[in-house]
C-alpha cells in the first residue's frame, strides 16, 4: 500500500507539473526593433526549463525577413519545427533600419527562405487552437495586431466550425499584450503597435473575448538589457547576441527597452513578483492614441521590483543557451 501511495503521489505531481507547461503562441513584428529577439529567446529558455510550449510563431509584419528570422531562431534553440506564420497582405510593411535582422539572416541557418514559404496567419491560428484544450492556448502579442483582428473577424473552415471570436472565446486562456500606455495626462498615449494598424486594434481592444493582460510602454521602457549579453564573451555563433551587437553599435546605445521581453515573461511566470497590476479600461481612438480609464475589462502592469532587478531576470534568460543535442 505504500508503494503504490508513492507512485500514486509522484504520478499526480508529475501530472501537475506537466499541466503548469504553458501552451503559446507568439505573434511578432520582428524587424523595426530587436526586443523581439530577446523576446524569443525568452520564450526558448522557458520552453527549455519545461515551463512553456511554443505552438506556433506568427509574423504580423511582411517586412522581407520576419519569417526567416523566426525561422532562424527556432531552428537555433533546436526546434525547427514550429510553425511560422505571416499575414498574407502588402501591409504593414516596416523595415530593419540598424540592419541586425539581415546580418542574422545571412550568417545562421533556417529552413523558411521567405515569407512566401509561411504559412498565412489566420489559417494557422485557426488550426492550432481547434486542436488544442479548450481554455488553454494563451497568446503574446509584441506587434501589430493585425493577425488577431483579421482572426476574430474569420469565418468557420475546414479546422472549425466556429467563427474567429467564438473560437478564441472557447480555445484562448489569454492573451497577454506589449502595447499602449499611460502618458503624461496620466490616461493617454500614442503607441507604436497600436497606432501602425489602428483599425486592428480598435477591434481588438474592443472584442477580444478572453482575459486580457497589457505591458504598457512605460513598463518595457525603464527595463535597459542587452550591454550583458553582447559582453558575455561565452557566448559565441548566437544570432540572439548577434543581433542585439549589430543593432546596439548602429543605434550607439549600451542597452536597449525591454519591452517585447516583459509580456513573454508575465505569459509564463505571472504577474508577481515582477510587477503588480490594476484593473482599467481603455480605448483606442481612430489615430491610434489610446485612452485609459478607471474599468475592469484589462489587467494592467504596474512597476514593483525595480526596473533594474528585472532587468537582470530577463538578461540572464536572454543569455540561455541551446540544450546540447
Known amino acids: 500500500m505504500r508503494y503504490f501511495f508513492l507512485v500514486f503521489t509522484l504520478c499526480v505531481s508529475t501530472f501537475c507539473f506537466a499541466q503548469k507547461k504553458v501552451s503559446i503562441i507568439l505573434d511578432t513584428d520582428i524587424a523595426p526593433d530587436y526586443d523581439d529577439v530577446g523576446a524569443m529567446a525568452l520564450l526558448h529558455a522557458f520552453a527549455d526549463a519545461g515551463e512553456a510550449e511554443i505552438l506556433a510563431t506568427i509574423s504580423c509584419n511582411v517586412f522581407e525577413t520576419t519569417a526567416p528570422t523566426l525561422s532562424l531562431l527556432n531552428t537555433y534553440f533546436n526546434r525547427p519545427g514550429i510553425p511560422i506564420g505571416i499575414t498574407k497582405a502588402d501591409k504593414p510593411n516596416y523595415d530593419c533600419k540598424q540592419k541586425w535582422a539581415q546580418g542574422i539572416v545571412s550568417k545562421y541557418p533556417h529552413a523558411l527562405k521567405s515569407n512566401g514559404e509561411a504559412v498565412d496567419a489566420v489559417q494557422l491560428y485557426r488550426k492550432i487552437l481547434a486542436s488544442r484544450p479548450d481554455n488553454s492556448v494563451t497568446i503574446v502579442t509584441v506587434g501589430f495586431f493585425t493577425n488577431l483582428a483579421n482572426l476574430l473577424s474569420s469565418g468557420a473552415d475546414e479546422f472549425s466550425t466556429l467563427n474567429g471570436k467564438a473560437l478564441v472565446a472557447k480555445k484562448v486562456k489569454q492573451l497577454v ?23 486592428a486594434s480598435q477591434k481588438v481592444f474592443t472584442e477580444w473575448p478572453t482575459p486580457f493582460t497589457v505591458s504598457g510602454f512605460e513598463i518595457g521602457h525603464k527595463i535597459i538589457t542587452g550591454a550583458s549579453l553582447v559582453a558575455n564573451a561565452s557566448i559565441q555563433n548566437s544570432p540572439v547576441k548577434d543581433a542585439f551587437q549589430i543593432a546596439l553599435d548602429f543605434d550607439k546605445t549600451p542597452g536597449r527597452h525591454s519591452w517585447d521581453q516583459t509580456a513573454v515573461l508575465v505569459a509564463v511566470k505571472g504577474i508577481d513578483p515582477y510587477f503588480s497590476s490594476r484593473k482599467v479600461n481603455i480605448a483606442i481612438q481612430d489615430d491610434g492614441t489610446d485612452v485609459v ?28 543557451q541551446p540544450v546540447k543535442k
Open 177 to 199: 499584450s506589449m502595447a499602449a500606455g499611460i502618458g503624461k495626462d496620466g490616461k493617454s498615449f500614442r503607441e507604436y503597435n497600436v497606432w501602425v494598424d489602428a483599425p
Open 293 to 320: 480609464s478607471p474599468g475592469d475589462r484589462f489587467t494592467y502592469l504596474v512597476e514593483k521590483m525595480p526596473p533594474e532587478e528585472v532587468a537582470r531576470v530577463i538578461e540572464k534568460l536572454m543569455m540561455h
